[in-house]
């Protein structure tokens, strides 16, 4: 039987924005040498290139709310995640809207990252 994309999904993005929000170095696991992603169009690949992205922010605590999430199983086998939400840094009383896209790929009895891909909302 395969994965329910849904409740694979939601446990992905507990897990995958606890850790943006306070330890994105911790991030790396997620990701493998093929794995893509694009940061507001600035794209690099594999975890060293990701996670060096992701701790060049400049902040060091975040809160993420997700205000909407989609799920669908891909014909690779995968899933396809789709997030709208807010993120709040420390030091700033405005949140930002932003729109986030994972394709995860099952590994053994887990999921990694392959396609990663985050732009800010403006306007």
Not at 37 to 50: L, S, V, Y
Request: net charge negative; with cysteine; aromatic share 14%.
């Amino acid at each position: 039987m395969s994965a329910d994309p849904e409740q694979v999904g939601k446990a992905f993005l507990e897990y995958y924005y606890g850790l943006f929000g306070s330890n994105r170095a911790a991030l790396a696991s997620l990701y493998q040498d093929q794995s893509l992603f694009t940061f507001e169009g600035a794209k690099c690949q594999g975890p060293a290139a990701i996670v060096a992205k992701l701790t060049s922010l400049p902040f060091n605590q975040a809160k993420v709310a997700t205000i909407s999430t989609d799920f669908q199983p891909s014909i690779s086998g995968g899933i396809i995640v789709f997030v709208t939400g807010q993120v709040q840094t420390e030091g700033e009383s405005n949140a930002l809207k932003f729109s986030q896209v994972f394709h995860l790929m099952p590994v053994g009895s887990s999921f990694v990252v392959t396609n990663d891909m985050f732009r800010l909302n403006y306007g």
